[in-house]
């Protein structure tokens, strides 16, 4: 039988083989993965470790928080503050940016996160996850200011999501493909399972939240009316729909069958460019998502283009299939 390889072994590699990954790097992402099994084991003891429903507090953005939401970032903090390898770190659930504390060595790096992705999904045991985007601290830049964390997505030097769902997977770039490490419990490590991850170029399978149909803008609804016309209408094939609600497991879907994720601006909050936020949930699915072959836009520009104006922002998201990415750009570009 094949060797296992261990997402340690494989990390260790492309440190040291390929050259691709330095050590404080390396470390950060054994940190990230090391607090992902952690947020596993919680997930997992469910309402047997009283992690289910919602804690009684809001977040930056005005939502619930779930117990789970604050479990999943402080064990993100506490794992990666002590380490060395960290300036700061930034996630869906704190208003402001995390210096990492003056007691402990400061590191290059910039860490984002969404710690709970899909937290509609917590107490229905469906799948969640973790969402996690790494930054350099820009040179020259002793204390880390907000503005440090706002450079495009194409600066990403890392990216990925770890899914808690049937099995616990962790999905990974450093910008040299996606590899999928799946979570052996008996051993305790992520194993390498999926190498070099393509998403295919068509699809016949499409995720929208349909229930806002009668709010999209012209061109998703043309998109939409279209594959719903199936055989007989301008596509001249039927397609499929899944939406599960947690980005992660529906991106995980795309990754691992081909499909195209939308979550667009719509009319319900107009001065809101989308519901997803950028930093932690757009750009690292996006790179991924590049990365193995498929688009990401938020129907004018590639999204990793996109330069940030501030930490919290959102998007219309537009990803997956690049042959269906492509074509949704299009219908806006012909309005
Ligand atoms: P989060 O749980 O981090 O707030 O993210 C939820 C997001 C995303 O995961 C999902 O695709 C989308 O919200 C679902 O939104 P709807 O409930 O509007 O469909
Ligand atoms: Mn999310
Ligand atoms: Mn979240």
Redesign the pocket.
Known sequence: MAQKISLTRYLVEQQRVDGLIPSQLRLLLEVVARACKSISQAVNKGALGGVLGSADSENV?G?VQ?KL?IIANEVLIEANEWGGHLAAMAS?EMDSIYLVPNRYPQGEYLLLF????????IDVNVS??T?FSVLKKPEGSPAVTEKDFLQAGARQVAAGYCVYGPQTTLVLTVGDGVSMFTLDREQGSFVLTHENVKIPEDTKEF?I?M??MRHWDEPVRRYIDECLLGQEGPRGKDFNMR????????VHRILTRGGI?M?PWDKREPNKPG???LM??ANPMSWLVEQAGGAATNGRQRILDIQPGQLHERVSVILGSKNEVERVTSYHSKL
Not at 114 to 121: A, I, K, R
Not at 243 to 250: E, R
């Open positions: 953005q939502e779930k939401d869906e969404d710690p709970l992705d899909g937290s509609s999904n969640i996850g969402i995720a939240n229930s806002n939406w599960i609600a947690s980005m992660v497991a529906d994720f979550y519901k997803l936020r932690y949930e």
